[in-house]
């Protein structure tokens, strides 16, 4: 059974310029958050889908945006690039219900840094 | 705003003994409660959550969490630790209303320990 999983491993990326990162949730997982975790802090949140919208989102501006598909996975994307966003960028699934009273599974992370 | 606080960044500890890591959180109404652990190399995965019923929880590896509501506090221990519990730990608040699947992450605790 397959985690979670994220692609790619690692990007470079100069300021100003746009990413995509991805993620496949767990099996049997419909609901994808997306969180940023900058070195030496806890992860924040910045958005979760289900049902293919965006069902919540955190303090975070409109240069970050997501997407998911029908096969619930789901796209992170980051326009106009800052130095500040260089950050390990993490996906977690888990089953949608109403509440927050749930376990997510975590990928791996991206590594995305911005020069 | 929410948050949530991890008192102890680094904790160095010998094998066998006991471990008591502190987290607090800023929200009155009802929360669901995590830890969650980093093992090097590793994803995050779930140690323990609180949801309700009784306040000491037990999850895997033989740690276990009190919660008390008086403190706004949910500190994770463990009797007798092992090498193999170096690790890098977060505590996550859920605040439990309907409509918020945000989880809110303490900046996490770097415990080592020395075999």
């Known amino acids: 059974d397959a985690g979670v999983t994220q692609s790619p491993t690692h990007l470079i990326k100069t300021r100003g310029q746009q990413v995509t990162l991805r993620c496949s949730p767990k099996?049997?997982?419909?609901?994808v958050s997306w969180y940023q975790q900058a070195l030496g802090q806890g992860p924040q949140f910045i958005f979760q889908?289900?049902?293919?919208?965006?069902?919540q989102r955190g303090n975070f501006p409109d240069r970050f945006s997501g997407h998911q598909f029908p096969n619930y996975s789901s796209e992170l994307n980051v326009n106009a690039l800052l130095l500040g966003d260089s950050a390990l960028y993490l996906c977690a699934s888990s089953v949608g219900r109403t509440g927050g009273a749930y376990e997510q599974y975590f990928g791996p992370g991206t590594r995305l840094t911005v020069t | 705003a929410q948050s949530v606080s991890q008192h102890n960044h680094h904790v160095i500890l010998s094998e066998a003994a006991s471990l008591e890591l502190g987290c607090n959180y800023s929200?009155?109404?009802?929360?669901?409660l995590f830890w969650y652990v980093q093992y090097p190399g590793q994803h995050l995965q779930l140690l323990l959550k609180?949801?309700?019923?009784d306040p000491l929880v037990k999850g895997i590896k033989g740690f276990e969490a009190e919660f008390i509501k008086s403190k706004f506090s949910f500190n994770l221990r463990k009797p007798s630790v092992q090498w193999s519990d170096t690790a890098e730990y977060f505590c996550?608040?859920?605040?439990?209303?309907?409509?918020?699947?945000?989880?809110?992450w303490g900046a996490g605790t770097k415990l080592i320990i020395k075999p």
């Open positions: 099996s049997g997982h419909d609901t």
């Open positions: 889908y289900y049902e293919e919208e965006e069902r």
């Open positions: 996550a608040v859920n605040a439990g209303r309907d409509s918020n699947y945000q989880l809110i």
């Open positions: 609180y949801f309700s019923g």
């Open positions: 929200y009155g109404g009802t929360v669901n």
